[in-house]
């Protein structure tokens, strides 16, 4: 490798090992909001509509992310939704106003055509019930309807809608983002903390094999973060197994050191959450251990003033829809590898979106369907990141940003498979001047050798996918060479890597 690259070291074995990578953390998210349902997975009218109505271009993109788990159907949508509205015969379902979004619901689609999509993509779904304007009795009546065999009326209800089977859905969040001033029926946290663990006790009295999420703060940004928190667990402390966390960033002042540091905040949020998990778990003498389920997250900002020009009471029109460009790629490249270092804590994530809305996917209605730069990076994390999370021992050189010091130019995390006899470096070059140069020590790893060095990288940080021209997309000629024990590479200035080692078997 030749001379003058800042140069950063890590070491990787066998024996850092962090957990098991849990692929719920490569989870996603539809709500009822823009053209996320209709005009993104549902238009009876597209040309590769199936007989249900949903789009089998977008169902393709959906696969090769291969997405565990999808958080349905809000997002601030669940906390003014009438889950009852939305199944049965499809002519005799009401139109409804979304207050939340200032659009109107037609309910075509609902729980049950949500259920078959999500199956067909081969994703569990992460079911939300409404604490807004509901409660106890229409959570526990529509888990009813979901996970119970029959003889009941809420189930015997779905089986004469045709599901004679139940869906079974294992994983429910109790509202969403309750401490938002947005948030149709806000609540205090001790008003949430009382709802939310009497509506969590009787759900589990329907079906004790759910898992249930209780809502943290929003953002790092709200001020009741996180006395939220602690006061919200010490309600539903024994109910829950999940606290959530929601975040989004944007480079609203075109700061991109700044704004590639912005894991900085991440890390914070998911260290203090965590402790404040613990301070509860100590404070009741209690056994269980809480994790977190970052079930959104993402860059949100590009729509933000567009968003300001749309007139309401329509039903999909084009909200949410930022353009991503490639320096968001690189930050949600840092947002997984931030997950991927917490997978002991950490266990389910969900990028919100999935389709249009604050999305790696994109469709013109009636048209095609794209992928956005931020695709990437969850498509490597999803297919290369399963197995277990190793601790990378880093010496990085280090910036400082307008809001972060000792900023780590290299991100980095490491996934060990175990059974394809794989281990994946996953690093960001934040560096946007220079190349870095890499060497990592992985002699635990004898007898591995490179398959490929993946890099997503591109001359203009500001450069975006449309349907007519993929600017943004990785290839595989990454300088990585794996000799002796020591994985050396050159990271280009402002990359996303994937450096995948395979053991070699002779013969
Ligand atoms: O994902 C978009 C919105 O962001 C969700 O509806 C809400 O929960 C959050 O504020």
Redesign the pocket.
């Known amino acids: 490798m030749s001379a003058a690259a800042p140069r950063a070291r890590m070491i990787v074995d066998k024996a850092f090992k962090i957990a098991e990578v849990d692929q719920r953390i490569y989870g996603s998210?539809i709500?009822h909001?823009g053209r996320a349902v209709y005009g993104g997975i549902y238009e009876p009218t597209h040309s590769t509509a199936d007989n249900f109505g949903f789009r089998n271009d977008v169902k393709q993109l959906v696969r090769e992310l291969n997405v565990p788990i999808i958080r349905y159907p809000?997002?601030?949508?669940v906390s003014g939704y009438n889950w009852e509205d939305g199944v049965g015969p499809v002519d005799q379902r009401p139109k409804r106003l979304d207050l939340?979004w200032r659009t109107v619901e037609p309910n075509f689609v609902g729980t049950n055509e949500f259920m078959n999509w999500a199956k067909e993509v081969g994703s569990e779904v992460m079911m939300a019930v409404n604490l807004g304007t509901r409660g106890v009795d229409a959570a526990r009546n529509l888990l009813e309807y979901c996970n119970h065999k029959g003889g009941s009326y809420w189930s015997d209800l779905r089986r004469s809608h045709g599901y004679e089977q139940p869906h079974g859905i294992k994983t429910w969040c109790l509202g969403?983002?309750m401490d938002?001033p947005w948030q149709i029926g806000q609540k205090t946290p001790q008003e949430y903390g009382r709802l939310a663990y009497e509506t969590g006790k009787a759900m589990r009295l329907v079906d004790p094999s759910v898992e249930l999420v209780s809502c943290g703060s929003?953002s790092t940004g709200m001020p009741t973060f996180p006395e939220w928190e602690a006061i919200t667990l010490d309600h539903t402390y024994e109910v829950a197994d999940y606290v959530s966390l929601?975040q989004y960033y944007g480079n609203r002042d075109n700061d991109s050191a700044n704004y590639l540091a912005r894991t900085m905040d991440m890390e914070h949020f998911i260290r203090t959450v965590t402790a404040t998990c613990d301070y509860i778990k100590a404070k009741k003498r209690s056994k269980k251990t809480m994790y977190l389920s970052f079930d959104?997250w993402n860059v949100w900002y590009h729509s933000n003033d567009a968003d300001t020009q749309i007139e309401p009471w329509s039903v999909g029109p084009p909200q949410?829809e930022d353009v991503y460009n490639f320096e968001d790629a690189l930050l949600v490249g840092s947002m997984l590898i931030t997950f991927l270092r917490h997978a002991d804590r950490v266990k389910m994530a969900c990028m919100?979106?999935l389709v249009n809305?604050?999305a790696p996917i994109m469709t013109e209605n009636g048209g095609r369907a794209w992928k956005q730069t931020i695709f990437y990076p969850y498509l490597h994390t999803s297919i290369y990141g399963r197995g277990v999370s190793l601790q990378p021992i880093v010496d990085s050189p280090v910036y400082d940003a307008q809001d972060y010091t000792d900023v780590p130019y290299l991100d980095s995390a490491v996934v060990y498979n175990e059974a394809d006899e794989e281990v994946t470096i996953f690093a960001v070059n934040r560096n946007l001047q220079e190349s870095l140069d890499l060497e990592c020590d992985v002699r635990g790893f004898e007898g591995y050798r490179l398959v490929e060095h993946i890099v997503l990288e591109h001359e203009d940080l500001k450069a975006v996918n449309t349907a007519a021209e993929e600017k943004v997309k990785p290839h595989s000629k990454g300088t990585a060479i794996c000799k002796d024990g020591y994985v050396n590479a050159r990271l280009s200035k402002a990359s996303w890597n994937v450096i995948r080692l395979k053991k070699e078997h002779s013969n």
């Not at 809000?74 to 949508?77: D, V």
């Open positions: 998210f709500e909001l809000g997002g601030n949508f939340a969403n983002e938002g929003s929601h959104e949410l919100a979106q809305v604050i």
